[in-house]
């Protein structure tokens, strides 16, 4: 199945750019040609670069790694939140806090503090508190939730960026580049497109371009956890026949010992193949004699 399609594209305008005079020279490249002063992109680099930036998305997760979604304008919060949440990976949709990446440690002790006000609203501690302490801890929270909510649970550096609009997030691309972690981007006819990874060019303003285009990344990162899935359950599978394969062996060692039912009734033990069996004795012979023991003068 195709990652995306030409009429997808059109109908989501993602061939619109900005206007002649606001654009990038670097990104000419890019550009297919110009219409009433706008500039057209071309949709045919466009497919190909999200196929790249889909597959290298889906390799990152597949070993193992995390992506972090990055979309801070208005138009890119809604469809960042939505489609992060049901891939299951980290977003950051209201704003880049300094440091976020290069400063990790300082963020995770910010995200520690986060998860103790929660755990403080639980766990009846608030009721010890008076009215004004539990509004100054409430207002703590919501704004560590509105900016660091998104990335919670994560515990180290994301393996690779996703962002809509370069020149918005700045900050965010400058921190990736010099930890060295790649980045899949949309750029449009005014931002710069040297220094990211993977650059997928496209209108990064309308909503519903912004849709298509994380709805693509998020379908790598589902593929990906599909693909792991699907290996677990076939290792799992291995595992299961060699169990067998064990049961099978220990079965046929059992099955080859043949057993006179009749022996258990009489209390005697079949002969081996090949052997005849013992001549019946009496019950007295049967029992043990202390050769050792002296029970009368016998002379």
């Known amino acids: 199945m195709a990652v995306v399609t030409m009429k997808s594209l059109l109908e989501s305008g993602v061939h619109f750019g900005h206007q002649v005079k606001r654009w990038d020279p670097r990104m000419k490249k890019y550009i297919f040609a110009e219409r009433n002063g706008i500039h057209i992109i071309d949709l045919q680099k466009t497919i190909q670069a999200i196929k790249d930036a889909y597959e290298a998305v ?14 801070t304008k208005k138009q ?16 950051v949709n209201n704003r880049w806090l300094g440091g976020m990446l290069t400063n990790f440690v300082t963020i995770k002790k910010s995200l520690l503090r986060l998860k103790k006000l929660e755990k403080m609203e639980v766990d009846g501690t608030f009721e010890n508190l008076t009215k004004k302490e539990i509004a100054s801890l ?3 929270r919501a704004k560590l939730q509105k900016n660091l909510g998104g990335i919670k649970e994560l515990k180290d ?17 400058a921190e990736a580049q010099r930890m060295g972690i790649p980045i899949v ?10 220094g990211i990874d993977y650059p997928i060019p496209g209108n990064d303003d309308a909503i519903r371009a912004i849709t298509l285009f994380t709805q693509i990344i998020a379908n790598a990162v589902v593929e990906a956890d599909n693909e792991v899935g699907l290996k677990i359950i076939e290792t799992l599978g291995d595992e299961d026949e060699n169990m067998e394969d064990i049961m099978t062996d220990a079965s ?16 005697t033990t079949p002969a081996p193949a090949g052997q005849e069996a013992p001549a019946e004795t009496d019950e007295d012979d049967g029992l043990p004699v ?3 023991k ?3 003068d016998t002379q």
């Open 76 to 91: 890119a919060q809604q469809a960042i939140q939505k489609e992060a949440e049901r891939c299951g990976m980290f977003h």
């Open 252 to 267: 046929k060692k059992e099955e080859d010992q043949e057993v006179d039912i009749e022996s258990y009734t009489t209390g």
């Open 157 to 173: 550096p994301p393996g690779i960026l996703f962002i809509i609009d370069t020149r918005k997030e700045a900050i965010a691309v």
């Open 290 to 292: 202390d050769v050792d």
């Open 185 to 194: 981007a949309v750029v449009d006819t005014n931002c710069n497109p040297d």
């Open 138 to 140: 409430n207002k703590e």
């Open 294 to 296: 002296v029970y009368g």
């Open 58 to 71: 889906r390799k990152t997760v597949a070993s193992g790694k995390t992506v972090l979604f990055v979309g």
